[in-house]
């Protein structure tokens, strides 16, 4: 009886094995530390996958519905974007528990336990820390460029160990066809004597686009990039009309297709930035939940009204 034997053979295990196989787990750490992992991710695979089993669970899922809601998580989970991937050293374990993008704008959910005292008192201050990533075909020379984007910090789900967070992401600003290494470090507003706390924790990460988008545009030929988790324009005019709305059901609706109706877009955050300093201007949306974006085709902004390019 081989390995596939043993698993097709097995049935009615607990949920958590099959969380647990699920999880990438990407460590650096001691030699002995490895081997240790390496026999129980083996006994973990061997356990935990029986027939018919859905092997995209959320680990954190309370943390996931924390930022969004129980139907987004559920439909992230059936499109397999339940990550768990899993890094750690010997003070703290991180969880990316899922990353989602258009191309233009993006959203991550992360978990954080403390695995000692020093990484405990530094979990119990629920602190938002920084995020850098760095080319992965250029990892040892690469500049480490910081991940730019806003984000919760009413951390809700927390224990006395672990606590979640979720962070905005402006992936304007990057090549989402690249892949990177992303690592992290204390706030650099906060900065404190604890250098290591972060070290030899990373992860290979992908910005590729991960939801549906459709291209909108306007009488005028503005163009906005709306999809499943918000919208984006760098177009000058349309941002600084946008800041002027007060993002509420009146001032922001999709338009059903085929339909006089409309719903309102139920929105967790925004940014619109037109600073001389930047590149290009850019305003950047995120919604409370995922939108069938299938559904509809056009948006009405305040007295904007945007149509699908065909």
């Known amino acids: 009886m081989n390995g596939n034997d043993i698993?097709?053979?097995?049935?009615?295990?607990?949920?958590?094995?099959?969380?647990?196989?699920?999880?990438?787990?990407?460590?650096?750490?001691?030699?002995?530390?490895?081997?240790?992992?390496?026999?129980g991710i083996a006994a973990a695979v061997v356990l935990?996958?029986?027939?018919?089993?859905?092997?995209?669970?959320?680990?954190?899922?309370?943390?996931?519905?924390?930022?969004?809601?129980?139907?987004?998580?559920?439909?992230?989970?059936?499109?397999?974007?339940?990550?768990n991937y899993v890094s750690e050293n010997e003070h703290l374990r991180i969880t990316v528990d899922t990353v989602l993008s258009d191309g233009n704008v993006g959203s991550m959910v992360l978990t954080v336990e403390g695995l000692d005292s020093e990484g405990i008192d530094y979990v119990g201050e629920?602190?938002?820390?920084?995020m850098y990533i760095t080319e992965k075909n250029d990892i040892s020379t690469g500049d480490k460029i910081f991940l730019e984007g806003g984000g919760s910090r009413d951390h809700d789900v927390?224990?006395?160990?672990?606590?979640?967070?979720?962070?905005?992401?402006y992936l304007c600003d990057i090549d989402v066809e690249k892949d990177y290494v992303m690592t992290f470090d204390l706030d650099r507003r906060d900065k404190k004597n604890d250098p290591v706390l972060f070290d030899g924790i990373a992860f290979d990460i992908s910005f590729r686009p991960n939801v549906d988008v459709k291209e909108f545009e306007d009488e005028d030929g503005r163009h906005i990039f709306f999809s499943q988790i918000g919208f984006y324009t760098d177009e000058e005019e349309t941002i600084r009309r946008l800041n002027h709305l007060s993002?509420?059901?009146?001032?922001?609706?999709l338009l059903r297709k085929n339909s006089i109706l409309s719903d309102e877009i139920d929105i967790t955050s925004a940014t619109y930035d037109r600073s001389p300093e930047k590149e290009k201007p850019k305003g950047c949306v995120w919604f409370s939940s995922i939108v069938e974006?299938?559904?509809?085709?056009?948006?009405r902004l305040g007295d904007m009204l945007f149509k699908e390019v065909k």
């Open 7 to 39: 698993l097709r053979a097995m049935n009615g295990l607990d949920d958590r094995f099959v969380i647990s196989a699920n999880r990438e787990r990407i460590i650096h750490s001691s030699k002995k530390t490895l081997q240790k992992l390496a026999i």
């Open 247 to 253: 993002n509420t059901s009146e001032d922001m609706r």
């Open 48 to 83: 935990a996958i029986p027939a018919g089993a859905i092997y995209t669970q959320f680990e954190h899922k309370a943390a996931v519905m924390e930022y969004f809601d129980e139907k987004t998580a559920d439909y992230l989970e059936d499109k397999g974007l339940a990550l």
């Open 293 to 299: 974006i299938s559904d509809y085709n056009g948006a």
């Open 158 to 169: 927390v224990t006395d160990t672990q606590y979640s967070l979720q962070k905005d992401l």
């Open 126 to 130: 629920k602190p938002f820390f920084d």
